[in-house]
């Protein structure tokens, strides 16, 4: 009998190198299009997955949640079961008036401004992504023709806090593109496990927009965003390809 993952719900005879991550379990519905052979795979929590072949790919898609902490249990329990690169595909707010709505960034190192990524490693030792992976990111977008930014993000735990304003400051002065919640513990975790990651964040929040208007209208499908999120899938897809045909 094949032994569970805890959480996600999956085992060993999963036969998959490559998982795309999504943060929400809906974007599943809007990544199964793409694929073929598509199969629910489980639905626990948090972590809902399917499994499918992107031009001939094998690839395992399964959300993660909010926050750095659920998505570095997805990190360890799918690194446990074999898979060995992993791109999250998530939204962000903008820090920087040239991210526009829509727009993609390709994130080439984040600010480890969470708990999770913590709780593994000093704070001194940086999260970064795999280069090769990154690489063949920004090759696919590129092909594609998509609108994105290639820089620094900001991972963090809250919206909340009292003091919004100004960290959004700091961090804008400080050159940093956006803000998303997982892509710091993504990155630590992973190159700790000696897992290949990547981070393509769709901007759905304007630079100085209202953070909560800017959500509620990116789950109600609006045009920018959503296309924005249909180029990070492509984009994550089709690295996964070029990192398959190179090995």
Same mark, same amino acid.
Request: hydrophobic content about 40%; aromatic content about 8%; some cysteine.
């Given at each position: 009998?094949?032994?569970?993952?805890?959480?996600?719900?999956?085992?060993? $005879?999963?036969?998959?190198?490559? @998982?795309?991550?999504?943060?929400?379990?809906?974007?599943?519905?809007?990544?199964?299009?793409?694929?073929?052979?598509v199969e629910e795979l489980a639905y626990n929590r948090e972590y809902r997955s399917l499994r499918g072949?992107?031009?001939?790919?094998?690839?395992?898609?399964?959300?993660?949640?909010?926050?750095?902490?659920?998505?570095?249990?997805?990190?360890?329990?799918?690194?446990?079961?074999?898979?060995?690169?992993?791109?999250?595909?998530?939204?962000?707010?903008?820090?920087?008036p040239e991210v526009k709505m829509g727009d993609l960034i390709i994130v080439n190192g984040a600010v480890? $401004?969470?708990?999770?990524?913590? @709780?593994?490693?000093?704070?001194?030792?940086?999260?970064?992504?795999?280069?090769?992976?990154?690489?063949?990111?920004?090759?696919?977008?590129?092909?594609?023709?998509?609108?994105?930014?290639?820089?620094?993000?900001?991972?963090?735990?809250?919206?909340?806090?009292?003091?919004?304003?100004?960290?959004y400051r700091f961090w804008h002065a400080q050159g940093v593109l956006g803000s998303d919640m997982e892509?710091?513990?993504?990155?630590?975790?992973?190159?700790?496990?000696?897992?290949?990651?990547?981070?393509?964040?769709?901007?759905?929040?304007?630079?100085?927009? $209202?953070?909560?208007?800017?959500?509620?209208?990116?789950?109600?499908?609006?045009?920018?965003?959503?296309?924005?999120?249909?180029?990070?899938?492509?984009?994550?897809?089709?690295?996964?390809?070029?990192?398959?045909?190179?090995?």
């Amino acid at each position: 009998m094949v032994k569970l993952q805890p959480h996600i719900r999956l085992g060993e $005879d999963l036969g998959v190198r490559y @998982a795309i991550l999504p943060g929400d379990p809906a974007r599943l519905d809007r990544i199964a299009p793409f694929l073929t052979d598509v199969e629910e795979l489980a639905y626990n929590r948090e972590y809902r997955s399917l499994r499918g072949k992107y031009k001939g790919v094998p690839v395992v898609a399964i959300s993660t949640g909010i926050g750095g902490a659920s998505c570095g249990i997805a990190v360890e329990e799918l690194h446990n079961i074999g898979v060995e690169a992993m791109i999250r595909i998530g939204s962000c707010g903008a820090l920087q008036p040239e991210v526009k709505m829509g727009d993609l960034i390709i994130v080439n190192g984040a600010v480890r $401004d969470d708990g999770a990524s913590k @709780a593994y490693i000093t704070p001194v030792f940086p999260a970064v992504p795999d280069a090769t992976l990154m690489y063949h990111c920004i090759s696919a977008a590129k092909e594609q023709g998509f609108s994105f930014h290639t820089g620094i993000a900001r991972s963090h735990d809250s919206f909340y806090t009292r003091k919004e304003d100004d960290i959004y400051r700091f961090w804008h002065a400080q050159g940093v593109l956006g803000s998303d919640m997982e892509t710091a513990a993504l990155f630590t975790i992973g190159h700790l496990r000696g897992v290949k990651t990547a981070s393509i964040l769709n901007n759905v929040v304007a630079f100085e927009g $209202d953070t909560s208007e800017s959500i509620g209208d990116y789950v109600d499908g609006e045009s920018l965003s959503a296309l924005g999120e249909k180029h990070e899938i492509i984009t994550a897809l089709e690295a996964f390809v070029k990192l398959e045909n190179e090995t």
